[in-house]
């Protein structure tokens, strides 16, 4: 019988599904099992009324200057649960040593006095706000909010690509992609237990609510946002509501006396812990960026007073600079005296001796990037790359070494994505979410997997035309079958008709808003 | 300080300073609202003791203090009703004496070393106040080869005076080192701040000092003179090493020190942000009355 998966061609990396052409991962075999037989033209169908839903709720992304519905694949990926107890034990570790990186560059700079970091990594970091230094957070907790990028190289293995304690973003989409595929393949859910991600809201309040000032009762949250421009409004608007708390512009906020307060219709009510989306330039004009008209002049004293808590702490950008990422593995044996459960993928600093010249002998061979750039930007991948390109960031490295960082390309991991009407491997990431409550490193099970939809692409950042997978963490042992959901493809908008009843349906009471 | 070396310290030279600094800044229209730091309260160093400090706000507010980063006083406040003026008054009394010998100077090498392994380096990296090309780092190396530490610290700060001479209102708050270089003239912010960027292009961490300059060097006891709040710098010879080049003395009992940073930036004296209609520079006067 012909189907999407017979034209399927391994590419020369890891592919996620299969482990030869035709042989399917124990892990995979219920999925392919019920994608098999679906006519192409039908997959098409379940895949543009998806896009619709998304369309509908707002669930979008720009890219080059449009509103497009989120691109979510419809074959998800499947992390079992060995592979899934190293992600979630290498992130946590990830984290606490990254957590011990801060409160050591905002305290007493004992790895930097020891040698294992250099002084000018901190000193000429333009993130080392030295209004953090001193401010010692509740808990200790700097980054309640992680997202740690991690990819699988060729043999299989996951690596760190980057880490992200500033703001980072995208959990919204894990916890849309798992509504979405709930109602487009109800039955999938049937075969196998997967791990829920409609617990994140709660486990993310409960940490914030942790790191409130000691001694106040009954904290009050807020989350903060840019405004309805920003990209991710969306999810901060999410965010607020399942958790159940406030989503507040920088105006609804006053500082008095050194307090944070929101104005609301019943006068000022005082504010403890701030989930803040805005990064530490635009926070507080009268210590950082004077010009910043969307933050809360004063938020800062009020923290540095102890008075309040920003989550995420600000200054956290000295840890996810790209160049400390070179490090991290050092940060780990020196501060937990542990060996890291996910390396790094191979790396040049530029800025030090030899390297500068190692870097540009082989140029065309390396992936070049900047050490400040997000979203994707400003990458070079040697290999890929013409002529002209190559010259203009071998003419930048020279001139400003510090800025840059070199790494091996890792052919990035492939996982049967939709094309047109057939299956065709695409390059895949994975970001999973940490959440730290000051006891323990919560890792959401699962994460976001984002997909590079063009052919050979290895950049999969959504402001760079990528898409994403829902991304299962199948639990231990035999599956857990709950009664099937027997709702029809719905021909209707599909948030209507919810498959109640399985473990992995979003909460209903959050949904209509 | 204990009592055994307040004796070897000589009475002579030691002077006690009354100092008021008042800052008032007119709003064209009244102010909804300020969020305000201020940085004016004089340290207390081996050469120099704070007997007492306050700063008082009109209209009055609550304040609160912290020390910064930098090791500075801070004090902040917040007025949250409409204002047409704010005044900050910063009262201090302060004891100083005159410096003791300098440091051996270090080696070149020694220098450059310690740089590189502390936290000197951030006051051997240029800031954009601090930025100048690279002909005018040329020019102050001439000025300075076979010079020590300590002599290039002189050799640089006059090359400096004799280019930039000390003209009043021909520079803003915001002038960069390498724009009153241009210019010819400055007042003791850009001339630090030239001074700061040639001596780091050399490899000597220096920094940039907020505070006091009691103008008249023998002055009668109790009478008040009217002064201005002044910049020097501090550069790295083993120790830090106080030096005025706008004065193009070292830093002595008649310099009172506030706060020291990378450059101006890290020291502002007041520091605010209201929201209402932009206003005029702030009126600012500072009264010195030596009292011992």
Same mark, same amino acid.
């Given at each position: 019988?012909?189907?999407?998966?017979?034209?399927?061609?391994?590419?020369?990396?890891?592919?996620?599904?299969?482990?030869?052409? #035709?042989?399917?991962?124990?892990?995979?075999? !219920?999925?392919?099992?019920?994608?098999?037989?679906?006519?192409?033209?039908?997959?098409?169908?379940?895949?543009?009324?998806?896009?619709?839903?998304?369309?509908?709720?707002?669930?979008?992304?720009?890219?080059?200057?449009?509103?497009?519905?989120?691109?979510?694949?419809?074959? !998800?990926?499947?992390?079992?649960?060995?592979? /899934?107890?190293?992600?979630?034990?290498?992130?946590?570790?990830?984290?606490?040593?990254?957590?011990?990186?801060?409160?050591?560059?905002?305290?007493?700079?004992?790895?930097?006095?020891?040698?294992?970091?250099? /002084?000018?990594?901190?000193?000429?970091?333009?993130?080392?706000?030295?209004?953090?230094?001193?401010?010692?957070?509740?808990?200790?907790?700097?980054?309640?909010?992680?997202?740690?990028?991690?990819?699988?190289?060729?043999?299989?293995?996951?690596?760190?690509?980057?880490?992200?304690?500033?703001?980072?973003?995208?959990?919204?989409?894990?916890?849309?992609?798992?509504?979405?595929?709930?109602?487009?393949?109800?039955?999938?859910?049937?075969?196998?237990?997967?791990?829920?991600?409609?617990?994140?809201?709660?486990?993310?309040?409960?940490?914030?609510?942790?790191?409130?000032?000691?001694?106040? $009762?009954?904290?009050?949250?807020?989350?903060?946002?840019?405004?309805?421009?920003?990209?991710?409004?969306?999810?901060?608007?999410?965010?607020?509501?399942?958790?159940?708390?406030?989503?507040?512009?920088?105006?609804?906020?006053?500082?008095?006396?050194?307090?944070?307060?929101?104005?609301?219709?019943?006068?000022?009510?005082?504010?403890?812990?701030?989930?803040?989306?805005?990064?530490?330039?635009?926070?507080?004009?009268?210590?950082?960026?004077?010009?910043?008209?969307?933050?809360?002049?004063?938020?800062? #004293?009020?923290?540095?007073? #102890?008075?309040?808590?920003?989550?995420?702490?600000?200054?956290?950008?000295?840890?996810?600079?790209?160049?400390?990422?070179?490090?991290? !593995?050092?940060?780990?044996?020196?501060?937990?005296?542990?060996?890291?459960?996910?390396?790094?993928?191979?790396?040049?600093?530029?800025?030090?001796?030899? $390297?500068?010249?190692?870097?540009?002998?082989?140029?065309?061979?390396?992936?070049?990037?900047?050490?400040?750039?997000?979203?994707?930007?400003?990458?070079?991948?040697?290999?890929?790359?013409?002529?002209?390109?190559?010259?203009?960031?071998?003419?930048?490295?020279?001139?400003?070494?510090? #800025?840059?960082?070199?790494?091996?390309?890792?052919?990035?991991?492939?996982?049967?994505?939709?094309?047109?009407?057939?299956?065709?491997?695409?390059?895949?990431?994975?970001?999973?979410?940490?959440?730290?409550?000051?006891?323990?490193? /919560?890792?959401?099970?699962?994460?976001?997997?984002?997909?590079?939809?063009?052919?050979?692409?290895?950049?999969?950042?959504?402001?760079?035309?990528?898409?994403?997978?829902?991304? /299962?963490?199948?639990?231990?042992?035999?599956?857990?079958?709950?009664?099937?959901?027997?709702?029809?493809?719905?021909?209707?908008? !599909?948030?209507?008709?919810?498959?109640?009843?399985?473990?992995?349906?979003?909460?209903?009471?959050?949904?209509? $808003? | 300080?204990?009592?055994?070396?307040?004796?070897?310290?000589?009475?002579?030279?030691?002077?006690?300073?009354?100092?008021?600094?008042?800052?008032?800044?007119?709003?064209?229209?009244?102010?909804?609202?300020?969020?305000?730091?201020?940085?004016?309260?004089?340290?207390?160093?081996?050469?120099?003791?704070?007997?007492?400090?306050?700063?008082?706000?009109?209209?009055?507010?609550?304040?609160?203090?912290?020390?910064?980063?930098?090791?500075?006083?801070?004090?902040?406040?917040?007025?949250?009703?409409?204002?047409?003026?704010?005044?900050?008054?910063?009262?201090?009394?302060?004891?100083?004496?005159?410096?003791?010998?300098?440091?051996?100077?270090?080696?070149?090498?020694?220098?450059?070393?310690?740089?590189?392994?502390?936290?000197?380096?951030?006051?051997?990296?240029?800031?954009?106040?601090?930025?100048?090309?690279?002909?005018?780092?040329?020019?102050?190396?001439?000025?300075?080869?076979?010079?020590?530490?300590?002599?290039?610290?002189?050799?640089?700060?006059?090359?400096?005076?004799?280019?930039?001479?000390?003209?009043?209102?021909?520079?803003?708050?915001?002038?960069?080192?390498?724009?009153?270089?241009?210019?010819?003239?400055?007042?003791?912010?850009?001339?630090?701040?030239?001074?700061?960027?040639?001596?780091?292009?050399?490899?000597?961490?220096?920094?940039?000092?907020?505070?006091?300059?009691?103008?008249?060097?023998?002055?009668?006891?109790?009478?008040?003179?009217?002064?201005?709040?002044?910049?020097?710098?501090?550069?790295?010879?083993?120790?830090?090493?106080?030096?005025?080049?706008?004065?193009?003395?070292?830093?002595?009992?008649?310099?009172?020190?506030?706060?020291?940073?990378?450059?101006?930036?890290?020291?502002?004296?007041?520091?605010?942000?209201?929201?209402?209609?932009?206003?005029?520079?702030?009126?600012?006067?500072?009264?010195?009355?030596?009292?011992?």
């Amino acid at each position: 019988m012909a189907d999407i998966f017979d034209a399927y061609a391994l590419a020369d990396a890891w592919d996620e599904m299969f482990e030869r052409p #035709g042989e399917v991962r124990t892990a995979y075999e !219920p999925v392919l099992a019920a994608l098999q037989p679906i006519e192409p033209s039908e997959l098409r169908f379940r895949a543009d009324q998806m896009a619709r839903a998304f369309t509908d709720r707002g669930v979008t992304y720009a890219f080059a200057g449009e509103e497009r519905p989120w691109p979510l694949d419809l074959v !998800p990926r499947i992390l079992d649960a060995l592979e /899934w107890d190293l992600v979630q034990r290498g992130v946590g570790q990830r984290v606490r040593a990254l957590e011990a990186y801060l409160a050591d560059a905002y305290g007493h700079a004992r790895a930097f006095e020891d040698g294992v970091v250099p /002084w000018r990594l901190l000193l000429n970091s333009p993130h080392f706000h030295r209004a953090a230094h001193g401010v010692e957070p509740p808990g200790g907790v700097r980054i309640h909010v992680a997202g740690i990028d991690l990819v699988r190289d060729e043999a299989g293995d996951f690596r760190v690509l980057e880490d992200n304690v500033r703001v980072p973003s995208g959990v919204s989409y894990v916890i849309e992609n798992r509504r979405a595929m709930t109602r487009i393949f109800p039955s999938l859910f049937g075969e196998q237990h997967v791990l829920p991600v409609d617990g994140y809201p709660q486990k993310l309040l409960a940490a914030l609510r942790a790191a409130a000032p000691d001694g106040t $009762q009954d904290p009050r949250v807020v989350v903060l946002t840019p405004g309805p421009n920003n990209a991710a409004y969306f999810e901060h608007a999410l965010l607020a509501r399942l958790m159940g708390v406030q989503l507040v512009e920088g105006h609804d906020l006053v500082c008095r006396s050194n307090r944070v307060w929101m104005r609301t219709t019943r006068g000022e009510v005082p504010v403890h812990v701030v989930y803040r989306r805005l990064d530490d330039d635009f926070l507080d004009p009268l210590h950082f960026r004077p010009d910043s008209v969307i933050g809360c002049p004063g938020i800062m #004293g009020a923290a540095m007073a #102890g008075n309040v808590t920003l989550a995420n702490a600000v200054g956290n950008g000295i840890a996810d600079d790209k160049l400390l990422y070179t490090y991290v !593995p050092d940060l780990i044996r020196y501060y937990l005296a542990e060996e890291p459960i996910l390396p790094n993928v191979e790396s040049y600093r530029p800025e030090e001796p030899g $390297q500068l010249e190692a870097v540009l002998d082989q140029i065309e061979q390396l992936v070049i990037k900047p050490v400040d750039g997000a979203g994707g930007q400003g990458i070079v991948i040697g290999p890929k790359a013409d002529r002209d390109t190559i010259e203009r960031t071998r003419k930048a490295v020279i001139a400003d070494p510090r #800025g840059f960082i070199a790494q091996r390309p890792v052919a990035l991991s492939t996982s049967p994505t939709l094309a047109g009407e057939r299956m065709a491997p695409r390059h895949i990431d994975l970001r999973p979410f940490a959440v730290n409550d000051g006891n323990d490193v /919560w890792v959401l099970p699962g994460g976001l997997t984002r997909v590079a939809l063009q052919e050979g692409n290895l950049i999969v950042n959504s402001s760079q035309g990528g898409g994403s997978k829902d991304t /299962w963490v199948l639990a231990e042992g035999p599956a857990v079958r709950p009664a099937a959901p027997t709702t029809a493809l719905p021909d209707v908008a !599909p948030r209507q008709l919810g498959p109640d009843g399985t473990p992995t349906v979003v909460q209903e009471g959050a949904q209509q $808003q | 300080m204990t009592p055994q070396i307040s004796t070897t310290i000589s009475t002579q030279g030691t002077r006690r300073l009354r100092i008021n600094h008042t800052t008032k800044v007119s709003y064209a229209q009244p102010a909804a609202s300020s969020h305000n730091e201020v940085r004016m309260t004089p340290l207390t160093l081996p050469g120099q003791t704070t007997l007492d400090a306050r700063v008082t706000v009109s209209p009055a507010a609550a304040t609160w203090s912290y020390w910064d980063y930098w090791g500075t006083q801070v004090t902040g406040f917040d007025l949250m009703d409409p204002h047409a003026d704010l005044i900050i008054t910063a009262s201090s009394l302060v004891e100083t004496h005159p410096p003791g010998p300098l440091p051996v100077a270090p080696a070149w090498a020694e220098v450059t070393e310690c740089t590189a392994v502390s936290r000197l380096l951030e006051f051997a990296t240029s800031t954009p106040r601090t930025t100048v090309g690279a002909e005018l780092v040329e020019r102050a190396r001439e000025a300075a080869a076979g010079l020590d530490p300590h002599e290039t610290a002189v050799a640089v700060s006059s090359l400096v005076a004799d280019r930039v001479s000390y003209l009043p209102g021909t520079t803003g708050v915001n002038t960069s080192a390498a724009e009153a270089w241009d210019q010819g003239a400055g007042v003791c912010q850009d001339i630090a701040h030239l001074t700061i960027a040639l001596l780091r292009g050399l490899g000597l961490p220096t920094r940039y000092v907020s505070g006091y300059l009691h103008p008249e060097r023998e002055a009668e006891l109790h009478r008040p003179v009217a002064g201005q709040s002044h910049a020097w710098i501090e550069y790295w010879a083993g120790d830090w090493c106080g030096y005025d080049p706008t004065n193009r003395t070292r830093a002595d009992e008649s310099h009172v020190v506030v706060g020291r940073g990378r450059d101006y930036d890290d020291v502002t004296p007041h520091k605010g942000i209201y929201r209402g209609v932009p206003g005029g520079p702030p009126e600012v006067t500072v009264q010195f009355t030596r009292v011992a």
